[in-house]
């Protein structure tokens, strides 16, 4: 695998969470689930059909992702929960347009009429031409702690 190319990685949908390796699940920035939970909910819902878990695996059938998606069933828009990725196939972002390439297949394919994506890195996916979304995550502050703007 040089720099100059992506590494070749194909999508294949599981049906068996247990076989991503759990550090692949640690790694994920910002979760707020442990790899234990990953595994029994994703057991749980391993046969719903608006629930998306695929690996990503190399030429040696080697696990080297995982995305996990969900369709809204109310609006038919395509969530993207986790993604994570050794990090030598990253290959500087360029991996990014693998990613999207599924993805849009996917869209395509449940007939969604966008995706959304929640992410701690705006700056990153902005560059991949994600933009951000008139939506906002908002999170209840139940400890009453001050808020910084004043306002509390």
């Given amino acids: 695998m040089t720099e100059e190319t ?23 920035k910002g979760k707020t689930f442990s790899a234990d939970q990953f595994y029994r909910y994703q057991e749980e ?4 059909e608006g629930s998306f878990l695929y690996v990503m695996v190399d030429e040696k059938k080697k696990i080297k992702g995982f995305l996990w998606a969900e369709l809204n069933r109310m609006d ?17 972002g360029k991996l990014m347009s693998i990613i999207e390439e599924f993805l ?11 995706v959304f994506w929640l992410t701690q890195n ?3 996916f902005e560059k991949h ?20 703007d004043g306002s509390g």
């Fill in 6 to 28: 992506i590494p070749p990685l194909a999508f294949i949908r599981l049906k068996v969470p247990r076989l991503i390796p759990q550090e692949l699940i640690e790694n994920v």
């Fill in 45 to 48: 819902v391993r046969d719903c």
């Fill in 76 to 92: 038919g828009s395509l969530f993207i929960n986790t993604l994570s990725v050794v990090k030598e196939f990253w290959h500087k």
């Fill in 104 to 114: 849009m297949d996917l869209k395509e394919k449940y007939k969604c009429p966008r």
């Fill in 122 to 124: 705006p700056k990153f």
């Fill in 129 to 148: 031409n994600w933009k951000r979304s008139k939506n906002v995550l908002m999170e209840y502050n139940d400890k009453k702690e001050e808020v910084k």
